[in-house]
């Protein structure tokens, strides 16, 4: 687990572009979707960090 924990970063970063285009595709609004593009980003980028779960768990080993 602690080994894949290491992929999330670089996959998330790899997905962002392809994430921004379906969001601004799917809310006709620009500033909307600005707004949600953001939260949603910024929700999974926290847990793209490969400590996080360690840190929601605990040390994971």
């Known amino acids: 687990m602690m080994l894949a924990s290491k992929d999330h970063q670089p ?3 790899k997905a962002t ?3 921004q285009q379906f969001i601004f ?12 593009t953001t939260a949603i980003l ?3 980028g926290q847990r793209a960090h490969p400590d996080w779960l ?3 768990l605990g040390l994971i080993s």
């Open 54 to 56: 360690a840190n929601e």
């Open 25 to 36: 595709a799917m809310v006709a609004d620009p500033v909307r979707a600005t707004e949600t």
């Open 17 to 19: 572009p392809a994430l």
């Open 11 to 13: 996959a998330f970063l």
């Open 42 to 44: 910024q929700f999974l």
